[in-house]
């Protein structure tokens, strides 16, 4: 069933919502990473707020879907959602952020923060570590099981052998019920991905490997929910959605440029940033009533 306008209204509050935090709390950190946190704010509110089978009150719920993020410094968003989803406070979220013995580390640590599913952030491990996931779901449950894996990955670490490595397994296996979701925001710390390592023709390496594809818009709502359901109906492949992000989405400061892949905001730019997601944020909210 396609998600409803009042539903598409409501996340879109809420992703705007997020992306406040996140700046708020880059703000507050002094260090950080900006673009990739607030292009993927659509995409974390969708999983989280609809599409993500979790319980934030019981985060080892046997039952739950899993997500694995392997480009662990886009932790932010991750963050900032799961303290919107009842996880944790959202006010120690943005206050301690990357400080010493935080549990919000500038990378995601399970020793810190039980409640995630990984440690990551050496690029290229995140879809390893969820193929191993999927694979041993099926040696424990067989294929009759509900519950889904997915993988976050950005695609500067398609640079990476391992990345490769993973997808050339889960293509062997079969795995249905993986659905990798790539953050094609065309940029890494040191410039445009295609400036780098070209990543093109991307979708039909994918395809060579014997994976489901589809191409997106990352945030549009409707599209990442049929893109998500469509994943979920193929049985026999495992699916890759490559959602077309703008890096920085939401402050035309920050968008498209790739210098902004690894620094905060200064507090006057912050100030600027969180302006102007507030005007957006009030014309979301005149525009459902």
Same mark, same amino acid.
């Given at each position: 069933?396609?998600?409803?306008?009042?539903?598409?209204?409501?996340?879109?509050?809420?992703?705007?919502?997020? @992306?406040?935090?996140?700046?708020?709390?880059?703000?507050?950190?002094?260090?950080?990473?900006?673009?990739?946190?607030?292009?993927?704010?659509?995409? *974390?509110?969708?999983?989280? *707020?609809?599409?993500?089978?979790?319980? $934030?009150?019981?985060?080892?719920?046997?039952? @739950?879907?899993?997500?694995?993020?392997?480009?662990?410094?886009?932790?932010?968003?991750?963050?900032?959602?799961?303290?919107?989803?009842?996880?944790?406070?959202?006010?120690?979220?943005?206050?301690?952020?990357?400080?010493?013995?935080?549990? +919000?580390?500038?990378?995601?640590?399970?020793?810190?923060?039980?409640?995630?599913?990984?440690?990551?952030?050496?690029?290229?491990?995140?879809?390893?570590?969820?193929?191993?996931?999927?694979?041993?779901?099926?040696?424990?449950?067989?294929?009759?099981?509900?519950? +889904?894996?997915?993988?976050?990955?950005?695609?500067? =670490?398609?640079?990476?052998?391992?990345?490769? =490595?993973?997808?050339?397994?889960?293509?062997?296996?079969?795995?249905?019920?993986?659905?990798?979701?790539?953050? @094609?925001?065309?940029?890494?710390?040191?410039?445009?991905?295609?400036?780098?390592?070209?990543? /093109?023709?991307?979708?039909?390496?994918?395809?060579? +490997?014997?994976?489901?594809?589809?191409?997106?818009?990352?945030?549009?709502?409707?599209?990442?929910?049929?893109?998500?359901?469509?994943?979920?109906?193929?049985?026999?492949? $495992?699916?890759?959605?490559?959602?077309?992000?703008?890096?920085?989405?939401?402050?035309?400061? +920050?968008? @498209?440029?790739?210098?902004?892949?690894?620094?905060?905001?200064?507090? /006057?730019?912050?100030?600027?940033?969180?302006?102007?997601?507030?005007?957006?944020?009030?014309?979301?909210?005149?525009?459902?009533?």
């Amino acid at each position: 069933m396609a998600l409803h306008e009042d539903k598409i209204k409501e996340l879109e509050i809420k992703a705007n919502l997020i @992306r406040q935090t996140i700046i708020e709390a880059l703000v507050e950190a002094g260090s950080g990473h900006t673009a990739g946190p607030l292009d993927m704010a659509d995409i *974390f509110t969708y999983l989280y *707020f609809y599409g993500l089978k979790h319980n $934030p009150k019981k985060p080892d719920w046997p039952e @739950r879907d899993r997500l694995v993020l392997s480009n662990g410094h886009i932790c932010p968003v991750l963050y900032a959602t799961m303290a919107h989803a009842g996880y944790f406070s959202v006010d120690e979220y943005k206050k301690t952020l990357r400080k010493f013995g935080t549990k +919000f580390q500038g990378h995601p640590h399970r020793d810190f923060l039980p409640a995630l599913e990984t440690s990551s952030g050496p690029l290229g491990s995140g879809l390893s570590q969820a193929v191993g996931m999927a694979l041993a779901d099926r040696i424990d449950y067989g294929k009759s099981g509900d519950r +889904f894996f997915y993988a976050l990955l950005s695609d500067g =670490e398609h640079d990476c052998g391992n990345t490769w =490595e993973a997808v050339l397994l889960a293509g062997k296996e079969k795995l249905g019920h993986l659905i990798a979701i790539v953050d @094609r925001n065309n940029i890494q710390i040191d410039g445009f991905t295609e400036d780098i390592m070209p990543l /093109e023709p991307f979708a039909k390496k994918y395809e060579a +490997f014997n994976w489901h594809v589809q191409e997106i818009d990352g945030h549009s709502f409707s599209a990442i929910d049929e893109a998500v359901n469509r994943a979920k109906a193929v049985f026999d492949q $495992p699916s890759v959605i490559i959602a077309r992000t703008i890096p920085g989405k939401g402050v035309k400061e +920050f968008e @498209r440029d790739y210098h902004w892949h690894g620094k905060p905001p200064s507090k /006057e730019e912050g100030a600027m940033a969180l302006a102007e997601l507030r005007t957006l944020g009030g014309k979301i909210k005149s525009e459902h009533q």
